[in-house]
Every structure is written in C-alpha cells, then in structure tokens.
Nanobody, 119 residues
C-alpha cells in the first residue's frame, strides 16, 4: 500500500510564501508524474502544477511565475514553492502521484492541506 503525506499548509498574508511537501511511502518501484491540485470552496478541483519523471513541468496560467514545482526522487517527495501569494490561492491543496509498484500502476492522492491567504 502506498501513502502520500502532505505538509506545509497554513495561513499566510498576501504577498507571502509557503512551501508544500508531499512524501510517498510504501512498496514503491518508481513514481512517474507528480502533481498538485487545489480545490476552493464551491469550486471544482483544478490542476496547479505537474512535473514528470525527467523534470518537465506544467503550470496553471493563474500560478505561472509565482509557483514552482520540484521533486526529489531519492525521497519520493514533491514540493510546491508558492510565492507572491494572493487571496484567490486560498484552497485545499492535494498532491497526486502516478506510482508504479510491483504488479500495479495507479494514481494516489494526498489527504489535502489547507492554504489560506488573508491579511
């Protein structure tokens, strides 16, 4: 069984920064895509950023030039550095990994971490 554990959420003022982490544990052979999604109250879950196994990244237009996704393959961990944060970044943030184990290849979600941008 694979588990994803997120950390780093919290309250930040507009213009501030936060760094989210998501660590995977379990019987993991490899992790292909790593990504972050978010869901604000009353809205659908949306893609924030993705990073491939070779480091190719993709960002939502709303976060380009402000957020940076990265990964540490040795630690099975993804990071989301969030700078110049805005109130509209307020949401629950979920990590999303495509994990290859012995005998399976499937997606896993983290439990979610609340990010609130407010003065």
């Amino acid at each position: 069984q694979v588990q994803l554990v997120e950390s780093g959420g919290g309250l930040v003022q507009p213009g501030g920064s936060l760094r989210l982490s998501c660590a995977a544990s379990g019987n993991i052979f490899s992790i292909d895509l790593m990504g972050w999604y978010r869901q604000a109250p009353g809205k659908e879950r949306e893609l924030v950023a993705m990073i491939s196994s070779v480091g190719t990244t993709n960002y939502a237009d709303s976060v380009k030039a402000r957020f940076t996704i990265s990964r540490d393959n040795a630690k099975n961990t993804a990071y989301l550095q969030m700078n110049s944060m805005k109130p509209e970044d307020t949401a629950v943030y979920y990590c999303y990994f495509h994990v290859r184990t012995v005998g399976s290849y499937r997606a896993y979600w983290g439990q979610g971490t609340q990010v609130t941008v407010s003065s």
